[in-house]
């Protein structure tokens, strides 16, 4: 659907907004790693509220949500993380973009590329070392002409058991 880019409105996220960035998380994580059962689905959205009160209350999350005629459309996302700095990362602050989503029906109107821009400013003022994220296979084109690469040190993850 082309849309008047007019129109499109972003909003910092706020506790107000939680029921929206929840929902709209879901719909995201459903997208793209299919359907939870109701009981995972439950407990994840206690999660979720319970992560961005807390996180929007200490400044450890930002988001920003894109409007159109007065229906959230998309959103970003970027946690702010804190550790010993080292030589890659002197002050020890990075982000890690993820929820940058962007209703089907109203994706390549430049919705994500507004969303995207707002974090990419948000940490320059933030003054972060670098910026990290996981993208989907449409979204990874986006990143790299923005100037995202493999990162110099191979990422190992190591999952435990519940």
Not at 18 to 46: D, N
Not at 47 to 71: C, G, V
Not at 72 to 98: A, C, D, H, W
């Amino acid at each position: 659907m082309e849309i008047d880019r007019k129109k499109i409105t972003l909003k910092k996220l706020t506790i107000s907004d939680i029921e929206t960035i929840v929902e709209y998380r879901i719909i995201f994580l459903k997208e793209a790693q299919g359907f939870p059962s109701k009981e995972l689905e439950l407990s994840l959205r206690k999660s979720l509220r319970q992560y961005f009160t807390k996180s929007l209350e200490n400044n450890s999350f930002i988001s920003w949500i894109a409007e159109y005629e007065n229906k959230s459309v998309g959103f970003s996302g970027m946690v702010i993380r804190e550790q010993p700095g080292n030589f890659e990362i002197p002050k020890g602050k990075t982000g890690y973009i993820l929820n940058m989503f962007t209703l089907k029906e109203f994706r390549n109107n430049g919705i994500g590329s507004l969303l995207f821009q707002k974090i990419i400013d948000e940490a320059n003022q933030l003054n972060l070392d670098r910026i990290e994220l996981h993208a989907t296979q449409d979204g990874e084109p986006i990143y790299r002409r923005s100037g995202f690469s493999e990162p110099y040190d191979k990422v190992l993850e190591f999952r435990l058991k519940k």
